[in-house]
């Protein structure tokens, strides 16, 4: 496969899946993943977006339509599938369905050994990913008596090890309590710094608004909309197939309202944390007037 | 479980699982080897303190380890000691013991006791990974191992979904009486045969987003002092070996 730097790194077009029992994956889909963005893909559950991600890593082929890495279609033959997984590197939902051996360095360590990487590399790259994920304490432990973040840590890892350009996350933050949710969001921060394109299933609106700079919403296999993350998610239609709207942004507007104008520098606080500090900011400025 | 927690935080946990393996197999030898029932209960005796003094065991899990074992044998041994005697009538028999039998009796109890001894050093020093990575290097084959990896794997998380699908069940009275025990019981294996059968199709699409062809491949650990601690097993076990032989 010939890598260009494409503004987009990875692409559907019209791609349509119906799974053997008739439920439709994907429905004549066509959507973009920018290269270097943190992306966002939501939807309800059936909307298709873990099959969407199925078919980012070639694990499903399309029944019709295409899937482009870097402006060139998939090729699913042997040599292909080994050249764009290990490029794209994807991370299931459940830790305890992914992770093969009983031991966190050993797991890691598998899929560069399935890159046939020398094992000085492999070493190297395993220590790295440890690092990255800040599991180097827990190495020698066994995954079983790690807790269910410290394994979703160990899975991000493994897909680390493999030095893929794009990793998918299939709703990480699932059954994370909320100090780990703010850990795995700072490794993926860091990942995105160095140049990974990140994408991620969540059902998690605040999040999405606070994080994202793409956002996709699925709906019946196809996106109901797609494009830069604040305002995709502030759309009603949006909102109503999501059952939810973004709260920082609905606090913003109620101030708008009373007279509180917190995107003062043009930038609308997107977290909880950027609002209170806007608040604070804005607060300030009205006493020393 | 114990033997789990005892391979993980022994204090030879870092030893060369080689000079294990080498430990072992000597201390196998020299209860095979001992020519008399003491000399092997002495084998197994010193194997018992260099596990629990050396590596740290707490002797009271080290028993609760040996428990179903010794249990075992005890039956065994009191099966070969006594003969039953069937008499002509119902209700006529009689167990005699057989006197001829009883040193062969003795001795293969020694031997055994040596021979568990000797087991329970590896399997309480050593980590079923480390023990697996080992075969890898002695040449077992590789289907046997990847089904190693994969039980070994699996049974903790297959314990661990029948243990909440069973507290899952008595919340909702599921084992109240026996018939509803019988019933709840039941409703778990299908439970979890589908799971298995679920478990398996995740680890395959796994294993294929990270690169899978075939054989699980995994990074071998490394050892400081490999070469140190094989050499003392070495030493050790060939000593122990020895003096069984030379104890008359």
């Not at chain 1, 290990?86 to 031991?103: E, I, K, W």
């Not at chain 1, 394994?151 to 059954?175: H, N, S, T, Y």
């Not at chain 2, 430990?23 to 303190?49: D, E, N, Q, R």
């Not at chain 2, 799971?195 to 987003?209: N, P």
Request: proline share 4%; glycine share 8%.
């Amino acid at each position: 496969m010939i890598r260009q730097a494409t503004k987009h790194i990875l692409e559907l077009k019209e791609t349509s899946f119906r799974y053997p029992d008739g439920s439709v994956g994907l429905d004549r889909c066509s959507l973009t993943i920018l290269r270097g963005s943190r992306t966002v893909v939501l939807g309800a559950n059936g909307s298709g977006k873990t099959t969407l991600f199925v078919h980012l890593n070639g694990i499903l082929r399309p029944q019709t339509g295409t899937v482009l890495y870097s402006g060139a279609p998939l090729e699913y033959s042997r040599k292909g599938l080994h050249s764009l997984r290990s490029h794209v590197g994807l991370v299931f939902q459940n830790p305890d369905s992914q992770l093969f051996s009983a031991s966190v360095r050993e797991d890691v360590s598998f899929g560069p050994l399935n890159l046939g990487l020398d094992v000085r590399t492999v070493r190297k790259r395993v220590e790295d990913a440890l690092q990255a994920v800040g599991m180097v304490e827990c190495a020698d432990k066994p995954v079983h008596n790690l807790s269910y973040g410290q394994k979703k840590r160990v899975c991000v890892a493994g897909v680390l090890a493999m030095q893929p350009e794009v990793i998918v996350l299939d709703e990480p933050m699932a059954g994370l309590d909320v100090a780990m949710q703010k850990e795995l969001t700072a490794i993926l921060d860091r990942l995105h710094t160095a140049g990974l394109t990140v994408l991620i299933a969540t059902h998690d609106i605040d999040f999405a608004y606070g994080w994202s700079d793409e956002a996709i919403v699925l709906q019946k296999g196809r996106p109901l909309s797609q494009g830069n993350a604040k305002e995709v998610l502030q759309l009603s239609e949006v909102q109503t197939e999501l059952g939810a709207s973004p709260i920082v942004a609905e606090i913003v507007r109620s101030l708008a309202l009373t007279g509180i104008d917190v995107c003062a520098n043009g930038n609308p606080p997107r977290n909880r944390a950027e609002l209170v500090k806007a608040i604070a900011a804005q607060t300030k400025q009205e006493s020393n007037r | 479980m114990l033997i789990e927690q005892s391979a993980y935080t022994n204090r030879w946990r870092r030893v060369s699982p080689s000079a294990k393996g080498v430990t072992s197999l000597c201390g196998m030898l020299a209860a095979y080897a001992a020519a008399t029932p003491v000399a092997a209960c002495g084998v197994a005796a010193i194997l018992c303190v260099v596990t629990v003094l050396g590596a740290g065991i707490p002797l009271e899990r080290y028993l609760r380890v040996a428990a179903p074992a010794c249990l075992f044998l005890t039956f065994s041994a009191l099966s070969l000691a006594v003969s039953l005697n069937v008499g002509n009538s119902f209700g006529d028999f009689v167990l005699l013991p057989v006197h001829s039998e009883l040193q062969k009796v003795a001795q293969v109890c020694g031997r055994s006791l040596g021979g568990l001894a000797a087991l329970l050093f590896l399997a309480l020093t050593t980590p079923l990974i480390d023990i697996i990575a080992l075969l890898r290097r002695l040449g077992a084959p590789e289907v046997l191992l990847d089904i190693m990896i994969l039980c070994y794997r699996t049974l903790f998380v297959f314990s661990e979904a029948v243990r909440e699908t069973v507290t899952a069940q008595s919340a909702r009275l599921g084992y109240t009486t026996i018939r509803l025990s019988m019933r709840s019981l039941g409703g778990l294996v299908a439970n979890i045969a589908v799971q298995v059968w679920q478990r398996s199709q995740a680890l395959h699409l796994a294993a294929m987003a990270r690169n899978n062809d075939g054989p699980l491949r995994f990074l071998e650990q490394t050892y400081p002092h490999s070469t140190r601690d094989i050499c003392v097993a070495v030493s050790g076990g060939v000593a122990l070996i020895v003096l069984t032989l030379m104890i008359p």
